[in-house]
């Protein structure tokens, strides 16, 4: 069974520190998907990255930046330079993808609450 | 595009009542989904369908069912309510992964908040 793990539950930092999220899977399949969803305090979700398994390199979009690390089964998340707007609740994701049309299943962590103060 | 529509938004039911949730996309998606929100929980899958006429289980099903006679509609039918089926609900849709163009991106409906009392 699919598993993924985001061990903090809530973090506070001040704006303008950086601050990375952490996040674990566990899989079986030797192809998955793997992704980050952004929920405001609005409540909608915001899809921010999707990484496949044979794709290692990091991404760096703006202040956003994601290392994946299958040696570790990790797809960790960091913010640079963390802004007020960023506070939210950051979900990681996995997905099966050994069958056509349930790439999308996803299991999610429980979430870590970003909160940035002035 | 209003891409995914899920009504109510919110909702009282009392204990033993039953009621749909309503969940429509307007992008031609294969594949769409249920999930639902408890704090400390994240998204736990209910059902899902891969296309009309095709439905299966997620995570935690019970108490809970679905159909898919359109490509647009997936509704959620709570037979049944019990006060553990208070929670967030929210509608999904994709493509299915065979697709060249797919990132694999869930669009997610805005949520609908249940209170069962």
């Known amino acids: 069974a699919q598993k993924v793990t985001q061990a903090q539950t809530e973090i506070s930092v001040v704006e303008k520190e950086d601050v990375t999220l952490d996040c674990v899977y566990e899989t079986r399949d030797t192809t998955y998907y793997l992704f980050w969803y952004k929920q405001p305090p609005s409540g909608e979700l915001v899809f921010l990255i999707r990484?496949?398994?044979?794709?290692?390199q990091n991404e760096i979009s703006g202040r956003y930046s994601w290392n994946f690390q299958k040696s570790t089964s990790s797809f960790n998340f960091t913010i640079t330079a963390s802004q007020v707007v960023d506070s939210a609740v950051y979900f990681c994701?996995?997905?099966?993808?050994?069958?056509?049309?349930?790439?999308?299943?996803?299991?999610f962590g429980t979430g870590t609450r970003l909160q940035v103060t002035l | 595009n209003a891409g995914v529509t899920q009504t109510p938004k919110f909702q009282v039911l009392k204990t033993g009542q039953s009621m749909t949730l309503q969940c429509a996309q307007d992008m031609n998606h294969e594949y769409m989904s249920w999930y639902r929100q408890d704090p400390g929980m994240g998204l736990r899958l209910i059902h899902y369908?891969?296309?009309?006429?095709?439905?299966d289980q997620g995570e935690v099903p019970n108490g809970y069912n679905v159909s898919r006679s359109t490509t647009e509609d997936f509704p959620l039918r709570l037979l049944s309510a019990a006060p553990s089926q208070t929670s967030v609900y929210f509608c999904?849709?994709?493509?299915?992964?065979?697709?060249?163009?797919?990132?694999?991106?869930?669009?997610f409906g805005e949520g609908s908040r249940l209170t069962v009392l």
């Open positions: 990484r496949n398994s044979f794709d290692e």
């Open positions: 999904a849709s994709s493509y299915p992964s065979g697709r060249a163009w797919n990132t694999g991106e869930l669009f």
């Open positions: 994701a996995l997905s099966e993808a050994q069958n056509t049309g349930t790439a999308s299943k996803l299991t």
């Open positions: 369908s891969v296309g009309a006429g095709i439905t």
